[in-house]
């Protein structure tokens, strides 16, 4: 058996929860993990997130990642069991049917992504959360004034994109919580415009999904403003860096067409 590989490691640290274990299906997604996949077993199936337990940004992840699911009772995958062993920590959820959800103009799933922003706009800041501030997107606002603008005491998703949200019939599931944060309540709205516009959006029609959802509108226009920027900036910065990657090419797009839109220069 070769223990190096995360399938093997983790096979004895789980089997109280799965009982024998069929087999481990990797997933297409999930890099903030070590290991995501679906577990075929006596008890299952599961979904299971892995990372090596050593201190570092993947285990903090989890760990927060644990810690939220107590807080996102029918907005996320409920959190079954979880292992934190010597060498490695394991969640497992319930796993969910689902299919990524389509972002496009006119999609039918439209109404069911921003149900679910609206439902975790709606959760109240758990008090373990209190010190997650929010600073992604400091270094690329203009000053120390422009980042204040992205504080609050919402809790934020962040991770808004087709394939973390997924559509089950007719309600959508909020997966891969990798890094819940505490901050303006703005942002999770402001992030779902940039996906629109990604999707084929225009700027207008991303702006009036976003509409619906009632943080947005307790934002001030030169906040949104002052947000778009700093993404354009991020998203440019890190194109630049990796000049291969089409999606960083996309949402810099995105940006651009945004703060366009708005009428922001970006320096």
Not at 56 to 64: E, Q, T
Not at 233 to 256: H, I, N, Q, T
Request: glycine share 6%.
């Amino acid at each position: 058996m070769d223990t190096n590989r995360p399938e093997s490691a983790i096979r004895p640290l789980i089997r109280e929860h799965t009982g024998p274990v069929i087999a481990i299906r990797r997933t297409e997604h999930g890099n903030s993990s070590d290991l995501t996949a679906i577990v075929e077993c006596e008890n299952g199936p599961f979904f299971i997130k892995a990372v090596r337990n050593r201190p570092g940004g993947r285990r903090d992840s989890l760990v927060r990642e644990r810690m939220i699911d107590a807080a996102l009772v029918h907005i996320a995958p409920p959190l079954l069991w979880d292992v934190d062993a010597e060498d490695w920590l394991v969640l497992g959820y319930e796993v969910v049917d689902g299919r990524s959800a389509d972002f496009a103009p006119d999609s039918p799933d439209l109404p069911l992504v921003v149900d679910t922003l609206a439902r975790i706009g709606r959760v109240p800041l758990p008090a373990f959360a209190r010190d997650w501030t929010e600073s992604r997107w400091d270094r690329f606002a203009v000053d120390g004034s422009e980042a204040e603008l992205f504080r609050g005491d919402s809790l934020l998703y962040t991770d808004i994109n087709p394939h973390n949200l997924l559509v089950q019939g007719r309600r959508a599931w909020a997966v891969d919580w990798a890094w819940p944060t505490k901050g303006a309540g703005f942002i999770d709205p402001a992030l779902l415009v940039l996906q629109l516009i990604a999707a084929g959006h225009t700027p207008a029609s991303a702006e009036k999904w976003a509409a619906q959802l009632p943080a947005w509108h307790r934002a001030v226009s030169g906040e949104i403003n002052a947000f778009a920027a700093a993404n354009l900036r991020m998203y440019g910065a890190f194109a630049e860096r990796k000049p291969d990657e089409d999606w960083l090419k996309s949402m810099v797009a995105a940006c651009e067409a945004w703060t366009g839109y708005r009428g922001i220069t970006a320096t």
